[in-house]
């Protein structure tokens, strides 16, 4: 895989965390009366029906690819995908969004990267360890709690769940992009089995989801946060890693502490100004491909080669 697909690969994966990034401070401007588990549900059935009918209408023998071979990450990404949704929202009902993200997001790569281990094999290189941390520590940073915030058990462990879920669904759906299907297709399936998990709460919250500011809420979360996100996302998984995806997925921190500052209102604490360059300096060193050494030949050998994983992408 060469560099330019791999920075391709990077700037999708930056372009999803961008979008999820908005998620939180659209949440606090819309202020919906419905229940956090119902928005979730609503968020992603939404973007699962927009993105199957799209797929209906430019292939609809996409499906066709969804054969038993596939069922099996499909059925994990799906069930990651709804726990992530109740799990994470209601995390930061319980405990607060600093905490929750914290959590979340901080074990998020972490996750990814040993599941990709586990699954697929491949090696976590010293680049990506060292981006990670940097990057892990800079959302710490970012959101760290005030003296007044409460943190709750309960709350710390559903955050833990959401950051496992993300790292399920990441490599899944990167063992869906080696087996020769529509992603669009994959994507929109496993949206809508997450989704219909989480119908009871968002059915039991129509009338709250009806009301003008929360269904511009759910307009938002379904058509950009979601169905547009979650494309970007896994076009990217097709030409990095899992781990390298689960890293850059980082910057939705980033762009939500943004957010919360520009749009919001909040201040620039030096504890979010540090954490922003400590972030921004690990997804650079996790974005930006390394370069191959050139090979040398002594005559009998030949030394200085790159070897490229063929699962991952990744050079070691």
């Known amino acids: 895989m060469d560099r330019r697909s791999t920075g391709s690969g990077a700037l999708l994966i930056l372009a999803a965390g961008v979008l999820w990034g908005t998620v939180g401070p659209a949440q606090v401007l819309a202020g919906p009366e ?10 992603i059935f939404s ?4 993105l199957g009918g799209l797929v209906l209408v430019m292939n609809r023998r996409a499906f066709l690819a969804l054969t038993r071979r596939t069922w099996l990450p499909v059925l994990a990404a799906s069930v990651a995908t709804g726990v992530f949704q109740a799990a994470f929202f209601s995390a930061v009902d319980r405990t607060g969004a600093a905490v929750a993200t914290a959590v979340v997001f901080g074990l998020a790569p972490v996750s990814t990267g040993l599941c990709e281990r586990l699954v697929l094999g491949a090696r976590l290189s010293r680049r990506w360890w060292a981006g990670t941390a940097c990057a892990v520590g800079g959302v710490a940073l970012l959101t760290m709690p005030g003296s007044a915030v409460h943190v709750d058990p309960v709350g710390i462990l559903l955050s833990l769940v959401g950051g496992t879920c993300f790292g399920v669904y990441t490599v899944s759906a990167k063992v869906l992009t080696g087996r020769d299907m529509g992603m669009a297709a994959a ?22 989801l009806a009301e003008p500011r929360s269904a511009v809420l759910v307009a938002w979360l379904g058509i950009a946060a979601t169905a547009a996100a979650y494309m970007f996302f896994v076009t990217g998984l097709g030409r990095v890693s899992a781990a390298t995806a689960g890293t850059l997925s980082l910057a939705e ?18 504890p979010v100004a540090a954490g922003s360059l400590l972030l921004l300096g ?32 990744e050079r070691n």
Do not use: C, N
């Open 34 to 43: 419905a229940s956090p588990v119902g928005v979730g549900g609503a968020r």
């Open 253 to 270: 921190s980033l762009v939500a502490a943004g957010l919360a500052i520009v749009v919001l209102g909040e201040r620039m604490s030096v």
């Open 187 to 208: 994507v929109s399936v496993t949206l809508l089995i997450g989704g219909a998990a989480l119908l009871p709460w968002t059915l039991a919250e129509l009338p709250a």
């Open 282 to 313: 690990g997804l650079f060193v996790v974005s930006v491909p390394a370069r191959a050494r050139a090979a040398r030949y002594d005559g009998a050998h030949v030394t200085g080669a790159v070897k490229v994983e063929q699962t991952t992408g």
């Open 47 to 50: 973007g699962g029906l927009i």
